[in-house]
């Protein structure tokens, strides 16, 4: 019994100890489409780069934990947003894009207004 608990525990702990896994473009094509992305280890959080032509994302792994957040900007030049988030390949697919948050900003206005 004493055996069973050790390597329970034992299982557990490595659990807690593994990476988060990231897509990342390659070293050599920093920007890159999600086909040529990889997966990769990151013991911080992910991060999404996009423009709005959505063509090519930069999609890379910073090494400090960061909480979830999207934010919209001007990223070289260019109108885009970036997303940092924190669970497997959370990075891979479309994020949480600036006119959705817009729409939820207005909902959440109205149904405050509703409330008043």
Known sequence: MKVAVAVLILMVSL???????????????????LEDTQDSNCSGS??????NDHE??????????????CK????????????VCNTDLCN???????????????LLAVARGLLN
């Open 15 to 33: 659990h807690a100890g593994e990476a988060l896994k990231c897509k990342t473009c390659p070293a050599l094509e920093p920007i890159c489409e």
């Open 46 to 51: 992910c991060v999404k780069v996009d423009t």
């Open 56 to 69: 090519k994302s930069l999609r890379f792994c910073i090494p400090l934990k960061s909480k979830d957040t």
């Open 72 to 83: 919209s900007g001007t990223i070289a030049g260019k109108k885009g947003y970036y997303c």
């Open 92 to 106: 891979s697919g479309p994020s949480i894009l600036p006119p959705s948050v817009f729409v939820l900003t207005i």
